[in-house]
T-cell receptor, first 113, second 115 residues
C-alpha cells in the first residue's frame, strides 16, 4: 500500500514554462487536496476535489489548474510559471465519513527562476 | 469562516520536561480538530484528532491534546519531551457540520528540544 505518491520530487522551471505535478493515491479516497508550503510558513490550500469530476478552488488558486478524471489521480498544472510559485507542493487525500484525517504525499520542491 | 491560530512560532523545552504547543480555533459548526507533525524534508504526518467524546485525546509518540470548548483551544501536550520530538507542528480544524468542508491549517510551531 503506497498511500499518496507525488512526482517529481524536485523540479527547476524557468519563468514562463509550464509543468504538471502528479499525485496518485491508492486508498480509494474521495477527497484530494493540493497545498503549497512556502519557506517557514504553513500550508495554503490551492485546489481540492470531493470526487472524480468535481474540483473547487482553495485559498490560493491563481496560476494553477487541476483535473480529477479518476478517483486515484489529481494532477496540478502550472501554466506560465512565476518566481512566486517557488514552493513545496503537497498532495493529500482522505476518505469519507469516519476517516477524518488527511494523508499526505512526500511533496514536490519547485523552484522557478 | 473557519480559522486556526498557533500563537507561538517556536517553543523551546529541555529534554525530560513537559511540553505544550498552543492552538486556538474558530468554526461555525462542530469543530473537528487535528494535530500533524512535519519532520525536515518530509510530508505531514497525522498525530491525533478530536471529533467527539472525551476532551482528552491520545495520539502517536506519547502526545495528547485537550479540547476546551469554552476557550476554543486544542493544545498539544507531552509529559516528558524527547530530543526526537523536535519538528514542526501544525494544528488544523474542519467544520464538522459539512462533509465537504475544507481543513484549515495553522501557521505551524517549531518545537525544539534541547538535550
Amino acid at each position: 500500500n503506497a498511500g499518496v505518491t507525488q512526482t517529481p520530487k524536485f523540479r527547476i522551471l524557468k519563468i514562463g514554462q509550464s509543468m504538471t505535478l502528479q499525485c496518485t493515491q491508492d486508498m480509494n479516497h474521495n477527497y484530494m487536496y493540493w497545498y503549497r508550503q512556502d519557506p517557514g510558513m504553513g500550508l495554503k490550500l490551492i485546489y481540492y476535489s470531493v470526487g472524480a469530476g468535481i474540483t473547487d478552488k482553495g485559498e490560493v488558486p491563481n496560476g494553477y489548474n487541476v483535473s480529477r478524471s479518476t478517483t486515484e489521480d489529481f494532477p496540478l498544472r502550472l501554466e506560465l510559471a512565476a518566481p512566486s510559485q517557488t514552493s513545496v507542493y503537497f498532495c493529500a487525500s482522505r476518505g469519507l465519513a469516519g476517516d477524518h484525517e488527511q494523508y499526505f504525499g512526500p511533496g514536490t520542491r519547485l523552484t522557478v527562476t | 469562516a473557519q480559522s486556526v491560530a498557533q500563537p507561538e512560532d517556536q517553543v523551546n523545552v529541555a529534554e525530560g520536561n513537559p511540553l505544550t504547543v498552543k492552538c486556538t480555533y474558530s468554526v461555525s459548526g462542530n469543530p473537528y480538530l487535528f494535530w500533524y507533525v512535519q519532520y525536515p524534508n518530509r510530508g505531514l504526518q497525522f498525530l491525533l484528532k478530536y471529533i467527539t467524546g472525551d476532551n482528552l485525546v491520545k495520539g502517536s509518540y506519547g502526545f495528547e491534546a485537550e479540547f476546551n470548548k469554552s476557550q476554543t483551544s486544542f493544545h498539544l501536550k507531552k509529559p516528558s519531551a524527547l530530543v526526537s520530538d523536535s519538528a514542526l507542528y501544525f494544528c488544523a480544524v474542519r467544520d464538522g457540520g459539512s462533509s465537504a468542508s475544507k481543513i484549515i491549517f495553522g501557521s505551524g510551531t517549531r518545537l525544539s528540544i534541547r538535550p
